[in-house]
């Protein structure tokens, strides 16, 4: 990494819980491609200072995550169709204080299911009613899924989440529920949370399905990804999907696609903390 000097191009991340994942990524791949920049993951106090900051400070990318990737939508000037059409921003990129709001993670859910061949006429459980649960709910949409469930406590955001896909809604999963794939969009087992050792779904559940996929990224092996494996289900991991939607931005930022080799060697970086 360079020394830093004022010419140096600055990204950030924004989240409630921030981890070095794209710290580490982003970061190993400036390095690798010779680029004055640097990225760096804050934690804000003030959504709102936080923002204004991105736009008078000219930091030139904004990784956003959980939880205000709805949030930020009011304070953004251009919403990018990827964000617009489920209402959720993970990226936003400053063009001389024009700030344009993207969304990477339906890319990565949609890249991932297409990778592990998950069959669209599997059933699914999703937990979660957020921005991210709302990126994975239009993926599954539109790669053709139709008996999805939304699993979500706050039955008002559950249920219009569910009907705007045209899917169901329940506010809780009974062990005696099946699924053919569980996907957890919430931050059960989450390092660092309340609920950082906690099974996003009965055993039960996860022992009748046949692919368990997490979207929390750190750790990589979560209790639910721990449980999964055991029971020798098809995985899916957050880390995978970190990687995706952090090239994505990436590329986003700097308008450069690195080689397969150079991202394969920023994510066993990443993954290497």
Known sequence: MPILNKDMTLCISLSARPSNNGTRFHNHLYEQLGLNWIYKAFAPTDLVQAIAGVRGLGIRGCAVSMPYKEDVIALVDVMDPSAKAIDSVNTIVNDGGRLTAYNTDYTAIEQ??????????????????????????????????????????????????????????????????????????????????????????????????????????????????????????????????????????????????????????????????
Do not use: C
Not at 200 to 219: G, T, Y
């Open 112 to 273: 991932l299911l297409q990778r592990n061949a998950v069959p669209a006429s599997h059933s699914v459980l999703l937990r979660g009613a957020g921005g991210m649960a709302k990126a994975t709910a239009a993926a599954l949409r539109d790669a053709g899924f139709r008996d999805v469930t939304i699993v979500a406590r706050n039955e008002e955001a559950g249920r219009a989440l569910a009907g705007l896909y045209g899917f169901a809604w329940r506010a809780d999963v009974e062990p005696s529920a099946t699924a053919d794939m569980i996907i957890n969009v919430t931050p059960i087992g989450m390092a660092g949370g309340p609920e950082s050792g906690s099974l996003s779904f009965p055993q039960e559940v996860i022992d009748a399905a046949k692919v368990v996929f997490d979207v929390v990224a750190l750790p990589a092996e979560t209790p639910l990804v721990q449980a999964g494996r055991a029971a020798g289900k098809t995985v899916i991991t957050g880390a995978e999907v970190a990687t995706i939607q952090a090239l994505e931005q990436f590329v986003l930022y700097t308008g450069i696609r690195p080689s397969d080799a150079q991202v394969r060697a920023a994510e066993d970086f990443m993954r290497a903390q």
